[in-house]
């Protein structure tokens, strides 16, 4: 999922879990620390202290986390 090379900003997992979100593998409404199912052991440790050096915690939604969705109209 995640780079490996060890890059962890905001705006890349907030991309990466969107598309997760959008797959349907997550939902919005689950924990942030869900997403360890997705992510190396290795690669977690880099994400989770972008998300703590961002004051996002471990039990925040993952809808928190990546915003509001923005909607076409048809």
Known sequence: ???????YSLAVIRDEVRMLVEKGVVSRR???VSLW???????WIYMEQELENSNFLLRDYIGDLIGSEEWDND
């Open 1 to 7: 999922m995640i780079q490996s090379n060890n890059q």
């Open 37 to 43: 199912r997705y992510i190396a052991a290795r690669e």
């Open 30 to 32: 689950q924990r942030i």
